[in-house]
């Protein structure tokens, strides 16, 4: 099939592909941001107004919110924080020992 079409009709192809995959993504991005634009701004009058947390763009990036940042973040320290008084005591233990 290569050689009947031709390597660069091929390529040509894929980049056609990915350039059309490109501006659809763009479109809808740009289209729920909008909307979520809209959305907010709507429920800036209502007393129970209820808005998207994430951008679409950053649901289908798999982007963690801020909530998720930092919990990871706390995660992170405890952890250091817990080797280092590990590590602590391994000195302590040391220095009575030697």
Known sequence: MLELL??????DHCLNHLK???????LKVYITDALKAVVEN?????????????????IINDVP?????????KRA?????R????LAKLGK???QNG
């Open 20 to 26: 059309e995959h490109s501006e659809d993504t763009a």
């Open 83 to 86: 080797i280092k008084s590990k």
């Open 42 to 58: 709507t429920a800036r009058w209502s007393k129970d107004g209820v808005v998207m947390k994430k951008r679409f763009a950053d």
């Open 77 to 81: 320290h405890s952890i250091k924080e």
């Open 65 to 73: 919110d801020e909530e998720e940042n930092e919990n990871n973040n």
């Open 6 to 11: 031709g390597k660069s009709y091929i390529i």
């Open 93 to 95: 233990e040391d220095a």
